[in-house]
């Protein structure tokens, strides 16, 4: 079974900074889908940004990017010119694209942005 | 614009109890999913259905049963509700197989006395 792993429980930046979340995973599949979901405190899921693992290039959506690696099975966030809005807790998650299409969610990270 | 609602947002039941969570989607999307939400493990799947009178158990099914009798809903029902199903409940849907997204609703939290 797939694990996703988040070893930072919480993390803070000063606004205006650049902030990286960690995540790792464990898999023996070579064709996977990987996320950032973003919960503020509406507790609504939003997806940040996806990677697929068949493609090289990180990807990118505006300040936020991915440092995949995957030989390492390790996929960080990094989020740029950090804002008050990006308060939330940031979870990573893993998805086969083989069977079901669940997805595995790490326990999450607690971003806090210092003014 | 298409979308993913749930009701109740907030519900408190009673141990024992039948309590039924409503998932609704306008994507008309062939797969959904319900998960629960804990401190110190994320999210975790309960119930997921690929297409109408089609469901599958997830990691934590017990005590939990769903329906799919059309494409739009999917409502998740606690049979007799426990304390230990206390918890915020997230529903989500993504179009057929290979595509990669899954959007979820507002959630709902659940507290059992």
């Known amino acids: 079974a797939q694990t996703v792993t988040q070893s930072q429980p919480e993390m803070s930046v000063q606004e205006a900074e650049t902030v990286t979340l960690s995540c790792t995973y464990d898999t023996s599949e070579s064709d996977y889908y990987l996320f950032w979901y973003k919960q503020p405190p509406s507790r609504q899921m939003i997806l940040v940004i996806r990677?697929?693992?068949?493609?090289?290039q990180n990807a990118t959506e505006n300040r936020f990017s991915v440092n995949f690696q995957k030989a390492a099975k390790s996929f960080s966030l990094k989020i740029s010119d950090s804002q008050l809005g990006d308060a939330a807790m940031y979870f990573c998650a893993y998805r086969s694209n083989f069977g079901n299409e669940k997805l595995t969610f790490g326990t999450g990270t607690r971003l806090t942005i210092i003014p | 614009d298409a979308e993913i609602t749930q009701s109740p947002r907030h519900k408190i039941t009673e141990t024992g109890r039948q309590v039924t969570l409503a998932c609704h989607q306008t994507?008309?999307?062939?797969?959904m999913f319900w998960y629960r939400q804990d401190l110190g493990h994320g999210l975790r799947l309960i119930h997921y259905s690929y297409g109408v009178q089609d469901t599958n158990k997830g990691e934590v099914s017990d005590g939990y049963s769903v329906s799919r009798s059309n494409t739009e809903d999917l409502p998740l029902t606690l049979e007799s509700a426990a304390s230990s199903q206390t918890s915020v409940y997230f529903c989500?849907?993504?179009?057929?197989?290979?595509?990669?997204?899954?959007?979820f609703g507002p959630g709902t939290r659940l507290t059992v006395l």
């Open positions: 994507w008309n999307h062939n797969n």
């Open positions: 989500a849907s993504s179009e057929s197989a290979g595509t990669d997204t899954q959007y």
């Open positions: 990677q697929e693992a068949y493609k090289q």
